[in-house]
Nanobody
Framework: QVQLVESGGGLVQPGGSLRLSCAASGFIFRLYDMSWYRQAPGKEREWVARIVGTASNTTYADSGKGRFTISRDNAKMTVYLQMNSLKPEDTAVYYC?????????WGQGTQVTVSS
């Protein structure tokens, strides 16, 4: 059974940091590109960052460039999102996504709230 389980969300003050984790199981993790998406209240889900299976390439949406870092540990079947200098507009539910060709898997999401 495929599972993606996010953790690490919470309430943080503006300028603070959080590290999200997504633990995968039930599929060959190293073959899948992994991404983080987010969805704020009343908005569509948007892509945040992506890392290829070999971890040799990462890409970021403009909203997170210079502040967010995506990484993965294929031995632990886990992908991470380090988020620094958080802003109130980063408040959203963050979702982990696994993708290989036309196969997609999603996690259940973890809430990140940036507020003073």
């Amino acid at each position: 059974q495929v599972q993606l389980v996010e953790s690490g969300g919470g309430l943080v003050q503006p300028g603070g940091s959080l590290r999200l984790s997504c633990a995968a199981s039930g599929f060959i993790f190293r073959l899948y590109d992994m991404s983080w998406y987010r969805q704020a209240p009343g908005k569509e889900r948007e892509w945040v960052a992506r890392i290829v299976g070999t971890a040799s390439n990462t890409t970021y949406a403009d909203s997170g460039k210079g502040r967010f870092t995506i990484s993965r540990d294929n031995a632990k079947m886990t992908v991470y999102l380090q988020m620094n200098s958080l802003k109130p507009e980063d408040t959203a539910v963050y979702y982990c996504n696994a993708q290989r060709r036309f196969q997609y898997y999603w996690g259940q999401g973890t809430q990140v709230t940036v507020s003073s």
